[in-house]
């Protein structure tokens, strides 16, 4: 009964995300039916794999994807955003490609030492926000204002103007394909953090801990989890989903620049949550909620492209409909949507006891 | 006596931080600024180098302010370097093709076309955070992509303002004779202000005085701190939050307005990440971004210290934009320690009162028992 009931309230959550992503399939079957045909191609490089809008989707979502599992953490945990994952991602490329270089040549094992100095830095300053959000209790957006505002600079004095260039086979099976494995690469990175974070949640209370704290941070600390810990948990999680997405973001162009790599990912990582049903204000959440909101953000982009919209004039369309998508799922609407449906019953059975 | 106190001291607890926190940005402006008079020789001793800063941070001051009132609410508002850019270039537009020649009313249109699309942007968002209750992080970052994407749609190239009114009106200065200096040849060259930092400066003063003694600038106040008893109090909580976030898009809209009689240009990556600015300056003024704390004054002095920061730098040796962005992030976390450091050790001064309140209390009990 109880299992039942929470289920429900967890569909009900993801009612939002899947009514955005019916209205757009809806559309764009309606548009053009073409926009799901997937086809295999050979690339570039010689390799047989697949192509079309829907495999473009999950490939170009992944970095986002992945950062907005792990911002779903700290939303819950903090109650906040945290806005400089673009920034510190753009640090942990950084570090990447200097230790990639300074190690010479591109092996697999420079690159695992590079992703693990990477992450190790990443962590670091995922640290540091995390101290001032979980010790000295300032709000996370404004305690990651400070990393948003001066990482990119920081990425640029670990690693000059310039923008590296990495060229190898390895960072290429990284970015794009591997030779043989037709599907994307990213694709299966999204798929091995969302498969971690669920063993983690499964063998693990940091589920219910973070939930507890998002809640009520007091109650929490007077049934003996330690909020401080568990926000500091949260960072470090988020901390090694920006390291992952900023090696795939390098090795996708095969180069680093601190301008671009995940610019603007932030506010695209927060309307994940916000669009996949988790409240902004922290508790509980639904990581599938998140990552179906990444894919919806990127099928809405790659519909607007496909609809031959000029890649500038973008935003404006995007934000009219995550306006339609939020005032959908506002809790106004919701409430007088239930309240009609609450009424109807009665009346049902008013009429049948009648009849 | 503590029983005689204790309401009084009660309301006035968010404003007394409030001002502590904005004395606190006073002080270390003004430092700040003496250290650049003394250890640098860049002119910082003239009043120009001070009215310089007002005028090139018109629009971030005017915007600042329009944060601050939202942030008060316990709301936020990121879509006000998007309605500066919009703004700026539906003006710089219309100015240069309405066809009702250099006459002063079509400054006039140009200006209420600025705060007409402030007004719709501050209605629509008001609209979705206060009745439907939408997050406003997501309400203004749809309302952020909205306004550059329509900027983009309605020029994607830079458009100059070549309406001679209103370039007459960019070069018009109020010159001040006696905050002047003079040249090495001996002329005399007078201060000069510009309209957008006197219309800044109306704007901090006129906000202060609502947010200080206006009923709904009260009120703004009340709803910020906690909403549960400002609807107790029978405070319309849902027409506060509205119009706070109406006052904040009309301002945003001026901001555009001012930032085009500085640079008389509308240009699609204008104001990129000027809304952190500015909510930097809040914050450094000491408004929280939880609510009910909060003060435009304190704003205004926040403003003017990242302004400084960035002409301290752009005139010593290390002017480049990155060691740019690092002195802004130093500065700013120090001051978000130092305000959590000062509101902590005041939480725990209050609790010590009050546990000691509690023990009299107690003793008194007892006496009375």
Known sequence: MNKKKNAASGLRQLLIPLIALGILIVFNLIRDVSFFSVEMRVNNSGNVVLAGNLISIIDTASELAIIAMGMTLVTAACGGQDISVGAVGAISGAVLVKVLQAMGGITALSVVAAFAAATAVTILFKLFNGTLVAVFRIQPMIATLILFSCGRSIAYWINGSATPQLTSPIIDSIGKTIPGIPVPTPVFAVLLVALLLVLIFKF?????????????????????????????????????????????????LGQLNHKTLLVDIEMDAILAVAIGGNSLAG????????????????????????????????????????????????????????????????????????? | MAKNKSPLTR??????????????????????????????????????????????NAALIIISCALTIV?????????????????????????????????????????????????????????????????????????????????????????????????????????INWLGYTAPNGALIPAKVEIGAIV???????????????????????????????????????????????????LCGLAGFVFLIHKPAGNASVAMRSEMDAIAASIIGGTL??????????????????????????????????????????????????????????????????????????ERGAEIT
Request: aromatic residues 8%; hydrophobic residues 50%.
């Open chain 1, 204 to 252: 693990t209370s940091l589920r219910l801990y973070t939930q507890s704290v998002g809640i009520n941070q007091g109650a929490a600390r007077l049934n003996g989890v330690n909020p401080t810990v568990v926000k500091l948990i949260s960072f470090v999680i988020l901390g090694v989903c920006v390291s992952v997405a900023a090696l795939i973001g390098v090795s996708r």
């Open chain 2, 11 to 56: 309301t006035r607890e968010p404003l007394s931080n409030t001002q502590m926190l904005m004395f606190i940005s006073i002080g270390i402006f003004a430092a700040m600024y003496l250290a650049a008079i003394i250890f640098m020789d860049s002119g910082f001793e003239k009043p120009q180098m001070f009215f310089d800063l007002l005028n090139d």
């Open chain 2, 200 to 250: 800044a400066v109306g704007v901090v003063v006129l906000m202060a005085l609502m947010l200080r003694f206006a009923r709904f600038g009260r009120n703004v106040y009340a709803v910020g701190g906690n909403r549960q008893s400002a609807l107790m109090l029978g405070i319309n909580v849902k027409r506060t939050v509205f119009w706070a976030y109406v006052i904040s898009g009309l």
């Open chain 2, 71 to 175: 942030m008060i609410t316990g709301g936020i508002n990121i879509s006000a370097g998007g309605v500066i850019s919009l703004t700026a270039m539906a003006c710089a537009l219309f100015l240069n093709n309405n066809g009702i020649g250099s006459s002063p009313l079509s400054i006039f249109l140009t200006l209420l076309l600025a705060l007409g699309i402030g007004l719709g942007f501050g209605v629509l968002q008001g609209f979705l955070v206060s009745y439907l209750e939408i997050q406003p992080f997501i309400v203004t970052l749809a309302g952020m992509f909205l306004a550059r994407g329509l900027t983009t749609i309605l020029s994607r190239d830079p458009v100059k303002v070549t309406h001679e009114g209103f370039l007459q009106l960019v070069q018009t200065k109020l010159k």
């Open chain 2, 289 to 362: 971004l939880s609510g009910g704390v909060g003060n435009v004054v304190g704003t205004f002095f926040g403003a003017m210290i990242l302004a400084t920061i960035q002409k301290i730098i752009a005139l010593s040796p290390l002017n480049a934009s990155w060691w740019q962005d690092m002195a802004n992030g130093a500065m700013l976390s120090f001051f978000i320690l130092l305000q959590s450091v000062v509101l902590m050790r005041r939480n725990k001064k209050k609790d010590t009162k009050n546990d000691k309140n509690k023990d009299i209390a107690k």
């Open chain 1, 283 to 355: 508790g509980k959440f639904k990581l599938i909620g998140s990552v179906m909101g990444a894919y919806i953000i990127q099928m809405l982009t790659t519909t607007l492209y496909a609809m031959n919209v000029n890649p500038v004039n973008i935003k404006a369309y995007k934000a009219i409909v995550i306006i339609i998508i939020v005032v959908a799922g506002s809790p106004v609407i919701k409430n007088a949507l239930t309240s009609l449906f609450k009424k109807r019953r009665p009346a049902k059975a008013q009429t049948e006891g009648v009849s």
